[in-house]
T-cell receptor, first 112, second 110 residues
Framework: EAQVTQNPRYLITVTGKKLTVTCSQNMNHEYMSWYRQDPGLGLRQIYYSMNVEVTDKGDVPEGYKVSRKEKRNFPLILESPSPNQTSLYFC???????????FGPGTRLTVL | SQQGEEDPQALSIQEGENATMNCSYKTSINNLQWYRQNSGRGLVHLILIRSNEREKHSGRLRVTLDTSKKSSSLLITASRAADTASYFCATVLGAQKLVFGQGTRLTINP
């Protein structure tokens, strides 16, 4: 089944404790992206990747890192999480940039 | 500021009625996409309309695009309870970024 998977789905952590949210797609898509969704602010792009080893900042990249060593994986790294990063995070992929995007189920992160 | 802005922010109608949502954007686009999100879940792609298209249909969905007014509308005909969700428009900027609006929350009352 074609899909985007994210793990974990739910995470409660404390300020400053490094964490990684994994994202994987099995559709051989070139483009992958991370979004955060907050009430009243809609979805905002954090980082995106046009292809392996090519990443770029979105609208709200501060406090986040990404890597794209393989085509299928695009992990989101929070080196030192803070409470303002409490949010619902979505990974998405598409065949190419600008095509329809397939979204993962979301990761609800709470930073205490 | 947001590239795409949906209107209204919330819409409540009776089952069987038609629902219309609008999206306005600010800069030139390659294409415009509509997505649906059921409460807290991942977004699902509904339809993509290219900048050189004016209207597109998919089942009970009809999307229009007016590039001169920088606006798009999504019409859902003969609404069903299962259509209750949030609907987002997204514009593609520079063939690289997808920018989402804040969404319209649609409630279909039985």
């Amino acid at each position: 089944e074609a899909q985007v998977t994210q793990n974990p789905r739910y995470l409660i952590t404390v300020t400053g404790k490094k964490l990684t949210v994994t994202c994987s797609q099995n559709m051989n898509h070139e483009y992958m992206s991370w979004y955060r969704q907050d009430p009243g602010l809609g979805l905002r792009q954090i980082y995106y990747s046009m292809n392996v080893e090519v990443t770029d900042k979105g609208d709200v990249p501060e406090g986040y890192k990404v890597s794209r060593k393989e085509k299928r994986n695009f992990p989101l790294i929070l080196e030192s999480p803070s409470p303002n990063q409490t949010s619902l995070y979505f990974c998405a992929s598409s065949l190419f940039a600008g095509n329809e995007q397939f979204f993962g189920p979301g990761t609800r992160l709470t930073v205490l | 500021s947001q590239q795409g802005e949906e209107d209204p922010q919330a819409l409540s109608i009776q089952e069987g009625e038609n629902a219309t949502m609008n999206c306005s954007y600010k800069t030139s686009i390659n294409n415009l996409q509509w997505y649906r999100q059921n409460s807290g879940r991942g977004l699902v792609h509904l339809i993509l309309i290219r900048s050189n298209e004016r209207e597109k249909h998919s089942g009970r969905l009809r999307v229009t695009l007016d590039t001169s007014k920088k606006s798009s509308s999504l019409l859902i005909t003969a609404s069903r309870a299962a259509d209750t969700a949030s609907y987002f428009c997204a514009t593609v900027l520079g063939a690289q970024k997808l920018v989402f609006g804040q969404g319209t929350r649609l409630t279909i009352n039985p």
